[in-house]
């Protein structure tokens, strides 16, 4: 049985229930087998969220610029660090799906290290597009790149890493404003990281918080009080009323995963 996150505008306030209470059992076609890797754009189509490509898409260039232009048109409500060079939300690695948790919750490995440096002949293993478009200017001197990794457990969720400091990396987790399923995969998600100050290393600290955005943003639960008799008994649209903290003309779909790189490094 697959299971769903239903999330309010409150970031906090996530609950996980077994949605075939609600609307009935999905038929899983979009979990993965937990030892399977699978390329990146396998990744993209069974996580079920990126429904269109970049060309037949509003974003038309992958960038972090764009990516983050999904969830605010403020960048100094929410943007990438300047020493993030790419993001890659269909990074290469075990997908666990719901029901594999469910059996056996320690299937998750806790990696004890998230934060890796790597050499610019292995970018192109995380990040094969940022490497393509980007060729030698990864090569700085007196530079080092690193890989920080974070966890999507909810899907989907928008992933920024919004801060790099002495000794800390700050990492930002988005969810859509409003009332809304999410499915509960869990897999890994990775930020290219390039430090020429000495900022980093493998054992700095790793914080989090969290966004809930305007512009990606739907309807919103009725409240027990203004429910009728006839939408306690269904799940349509009679149960939801509209969010007063959505922008006009917000977008309930988004592109949250596949690879998006620092749109300098396309020049």
Known sequence: MSCKKFITTNVAAICCVS???LVGCSNGSN???ADSEGSASDKVQQLGDVK???EDSAVKIASLENYVAQYTDDPNELSFDSHVLAYNGSYPGIVVPQDSLDANPDIIAIDKSPIKEIGVSEVAKYFPNTAEVAGNRLNQENCKLYIVESNDGAQP???VLTKVSQGQVELTEVVRGG????TCMYFTVGFLVQDCEGLIDRNSKITHKGFSSRTWCGDVWKT???MSVGDSLNLNRSRYKPNPDCIENAHTEVLAYGEWFRADLAQ
């Open 179 to 182: 009332t809304y399923p999410q």
């Open 31 to 33: 979990t993965v087998a």
């Open 224 to 226: 027990p009080d203004e």
């Open 19 to 21: 949605f075939m209470t």
């Open 157 to 159: 969720t928008g992933h």
């Open 52 to 54: 269109a490509s970049y």
